[in-house]
C-alpha cells in the first residue's frame, strides 16, 4: 500500500503562509484522491481539504476558505497552500489517498505521520 510523506510544516506568526507537501514513492495522480486533515491540540483530528484523483478540489472545511487551496502535479504530490494563518490552524497535518472511494474520510485510506504546524500570535 502506498504511504504518503507529509513535509512542509514549520513555525510561522499569524498572517503568514506555509505549503505543505504529501508525496509518494509511486503515481498518485489519476489513482488516488487526496486529502488534508489536521488535529489541534487536544482535540479530534478533523477534516481539511480534498482533491479528486483528477486534480480538481472537491472541499474545504469551512475554517479554512477561502485561506487554503489544495492542488496536486500530475505525478506523486499534493499540496496545501495556507495563507493568512491564524493561531488556531495550529496542529498536526495529515495527509491521506485513498484509492478505493472518490474522496477521503476518516475510516479509509492510506495515512501519513504527520507535518506539525504552528502558527504563534
Known amino acids: 500500500q502506498v504511504q504518503p510523506v507529509e513535509s512542509g510544516g514549520g513555525l510561522v506568526q499569524a498572517g503568514g503562509s506555509l505549503t505543505l507537501s504529501c508525496a509518494a514513492s509511486?503515481?498518485?495522480?489519476?489513482?488516488?484522491?487526496t486529502g488534508w486533515f489536521r488535529r489541534a491540540p487536544g482535540k479530534d483530528r478533523e477534516f481539511v481539504a480534498a482533491?479528486?484523483?483528477?486534480?480538481?478540489?472537491l472541499s474545504y472545511a469551512e475554517p479554512v476558505k477561502p485561506r487554503f487551496t489544495i492542488y496536486r502535479n500530475n505525478f506523486n504530490t499534493t499540496f496545501l497552500q495556507m495563507n493568512n494563518l491564524k493561531p488556531e490552524d495550529t496542529g498536526v497535518y495529515y495527509c491521506?489517498?485513498?484509492?478505493?472511494?472518490?474522496?477521503?474520510?476518516?475510516?479509509?485510506?492510506?495515512w501519513g505521520q504527520g507535518t506539525q504546524v504552528i502558527v504563534s500570535s
Open positions: 491521506v489517498l485513498d484509492g478505493y472511494y472518490a474522496t477521503v474520510s476518516e475510516g479509509s485510506g492510506s
Open positions: 482533491i479528486a484523483r483528477s486534480g480538481r478540489p
Open positions: 509511486e503515481k498518485t495522480f489519476g489513482v488516488y484522491a
